[in-house]
Each structure stands twice: as C-alpha cells, then as structure tokens.
C-alpha cells in the first residue's frame, strides 16, 4: 500500500471507538489503535489485524492507554514479557527483531542485554547494555543489569557503582539487596574531592600516594580550567590488573571513565610518569564531563585530556603534517562522537589530530578561549553554535586555520 493510502487509511480510523493506544496528530484528531510504535520515520499501528503506518512528522504523541511506554516496538514489550514468564531463548530472538528496526533504541539494548544475561551469555550482555548507556546514561534499568553482569564476572567495585547509580536515579528493595551482598567497598577516606577504592587487596601506601598526587592535579586543573567537578570523583584502584596505558582505548567512555575512574596498579608501588599521566588525562575527563555532561565533542575532551596530561603539545604534528601532504586531515566535526567505531588505525589519527587541534586553540585563544568553549557548551550548545559564541569562528574557519598551522609549523621547523 503506498504512504498516501495508508495515511488516508489512517485518518479514517479518527472516529472509531476508543481502543489501546491514542495516536494525537499534529492536527489535533486523534486515531484509537490496537498497538501502535515507531518504526524508523513512521509510526504505525495496527486495528482490527489491518496495519497502517503514518509519517512520523506528522504525529505529536502516542498515548499508551496501558500507561506504558509510547512508541514501544511491540517485540521489545513482548521480549519483557517472554522474559518474565521463564522463556529468555524467545525473549532474545523478540529482541534482536526490535534492535534490527531501530538499532538506536536504548530499550531493545536493554532487552537483549536482560535476555543474555539470564542465557549466562555474560560477556555478550556487557556490551549490550553498555551499548544501550551510551545511548541513554540515565537508564536504570540498564544500569542494574550491567551490575548483575559485572557480579557475574567478578568484577565488585564497578558492579557496586552501576548498582549506586541505578539506585540514585530509581531506588528499589532489590538494589539494596544487591548492594549488601557485595559488601562495603574497601577504600581510603573520602574527602570533598574524591573517594578512593580499591577493587582487589588494599595497598594503603599506594593509595595515599594517588591521593596526594590526585589533590595536586585538581589544583593544577582548576587553575588552567577555572571550575571543578561540584561532586566527589570516585576513583578504583585495581590492585589486581598489571598497570597499562587505558587513556587511548576508543572505548574510554563506557570502559574507564563513566564517572567512575578506574586504573590499573598492580606490579606499581608508586605513582610511576606512566601512572600519573594517566591519572591526569582521566581527571581532566572527569572535569570537563562534570561541566558539559555528555554535550562536548570528543575531539575537546581527548585533545584537552592529552594537553593536560603533560608532555610537549605538538607531538603529532609532524606526523599529520607528513599525512596532510597527500590526505586531507580528519575533519573536526566528524569527531564529535566517541571513537569507539573506529579501526586502531583511524583512532590513532582522530586523538593526534585532537591533541593538535586543541594545542592550536589554546596557542590562538588561550586557556580562557577553551574556557569559554566549555561553558558555552555547558548551556546545551552544540559544537558549531558554541565556537562562534565562544571564539568567534565557525568550524570551517577553525578547521582551515589549524591545518594550514600544521603545515607551517612543521615547515618552519625543517621537517
């Protein structure tokens, strides 16, 4: 049936009896249907075993008469519902339908992470859920069930945070339940600025080192980036895991510093250069997240990160000059997102051309011109309406005038 018909179809319905959900058009009339959901630009809805769809652009709102979610694939509520009467294989299978129409759809991650887990596919049900708090970081229920997963993996402390978050967005019986199993969390003193723990054997010497090393650094940030995170930072020590560089993992986001940073120390009996860089570098995520929330470009918050991590600020430039010969460099605006799509290869070249890009900001505008940019962005600004506000550029501007500084730089140095 083409669009045309099915939305005369559609509007026709208007005045039939009331049913289970209410489709209210931009128009005011409303459409009762049987069920009805999103399914990429449309909506559509099905009454009396007809289905009819209606673009989406056309509808205000769904009004699920069950008091439901609106819009709700009907596999990802019959998912919940196979789940809960014992049949998590069909769970999985309704799931996986619903995330093939709308990958994006925080709630059939959700869903499919629930199935998983009670498949004891653990490890498939991290990345799931993971998946789905990129997407929606406030989801509870998301939150808990990649709590049970990290239990199941033996990973405590990051369970006892998901479970701590999910609790301060949705507190429940259950939560609490699960937070006393695991027992209290072995750590330093907390203070205004952090609390430190350790997932694994306690090392206090170590860990008063960190903090030591960690109150210097919050100094030295709130002096270059004059604001500081308004919560304690929590920071995991993992006294079990051999110490390696985590700040350069496309994945940072989900895996190391999701309000919780976490560092590896074992073998280490003192902040080594190695550790403190990555303690910086992590921090500086933590400040800048605690000002902007998820609103900054990933290219400002690892370029920033490296910046601050210390170390000579145009280290890659005479790489990306060598690569600008011949290709153009990566453009800024399409590094907004998280790196974790990219290949080893593309992640490598999107943080140097960060790091570069964030080194020529600071050279052209100061530190004041980053500081500007953040708390531009901090009133919900996108990117390319906050470098204007903030620096008088746009990003085309930015872009060609960081480029051309690449290739001069690299030239007046012989290169």
């Known amino acids: 049936m083409r669009r045309t018909g099915l939305l005369a179809g559609a509007l026709a319905l208007v005045s039939l009896p009331l049913a289970a959900d209410s489709i209210v058009l931009k128009t005011g009339q409303v459409i009762e249907a049987d069920q009805a959901w ?9 009454r009396d075993a007809a289905m009819f769809s209606i673009p989406r652009q056309l509808v205000a709102r769904v009004d699920a008469a069950s008091g439901g979610p609106s819009l709700e694939d009907p596999d990802l509520r019959r998912s919940r519902e196979l789940l809960a009467a014992g049949e998590p294989q069909e769970a999985l299978r309704s799931a996986r339908l619903a995330l093939f129409r709308d990958p994006k759809s925080a709630g059939a991650l959700v869903a499919l992470g629930a199935a998983q887990l009670a498949l004891g596919d653990f490890a498939r049900a991290r990345e799931a859920l993971g998946d789905a708090l990129v997407l ?3 989801s509870a229920p998301a939150l808990e069930l990649l709590g049970d997963a990290l239990v199941e993996a033996g990973d405590f402390a990051a369970a006892r945070d998901r479970y701590e978050a999910a609790r301060g967005l949705a507190p429940s019986p259950a939560l609490e339940r699960k937070l006393e199993a695991l ?23 170590l860990g008063l080192a960190v903090v030591a090393l960690l109150d210097e650094t919050w100094d030295d940030f709130e002096r270059k980036l004059g604001f500081v995170p308004q919560r304690p930072v929590t920071v995991v020590l993992q006294t079990a895991k051999a110490f390696y560089d985590t700040t350069r993992a496309p994945g940072w986001v989900a895996a190391w510093n999701d309000g919780t940073i976490r560092v590896p120390v074992a073998g280490l009996d003192r902040p080594t250069p190695g550790l403190v860089r990555v303690l910086r570098h992590e921090l500086s995520h933590s400040f800048v997240a605690s000002r902007t929330g998820a609103n900054c470009p990933t290219w400002l918050q690892e370029g920033l990160a490296q910046w601050l991590e210390g170390g000579d600020p145009w280290r890659e430039d005479a790489a990306l000059a060598r690569l600008a010969r011949q290709n153009p460099l990566p453009r800024l605006a399409s590094l907004e997102e998280p790196f974790v799509a990219l290949s080893e290869g593309q992640a490598l070249l999107a943080y ?7 080194s020529y900001v600071i050279k052209q505008y100061g530190l004041d011109g980053v500081r500007r940019v ?3 962005l901090a009133l919900g600004r996108t990117a390319a309406d906050a470098l204007p506000v903030a620096l008088g550029v746009t990003y085309s501007d930015l872009q060609s005038s960081w480029e051309k500084n690449v290739l001069g730089s690299v030239r007046g140095a012989g290169l």
């Open 352 to 358: 140097a051309g960060s790091l570069s890009a964030v």
């Open 136 to 138: 929606e970081p406030a």
């Open 374 to 376: 953040i708390a531009s």
């Open 38 to 46: 999103v399914e990429g630009d449309e909506i559509r809805f099905r």
């Open 183 to 205: 027992g209290p969390a072995p750590g330093l003193p907390s203070s205004a600025r952090y609390s430190v723990r350790f997932d694994g054997a306690a090392d206090e010497p």
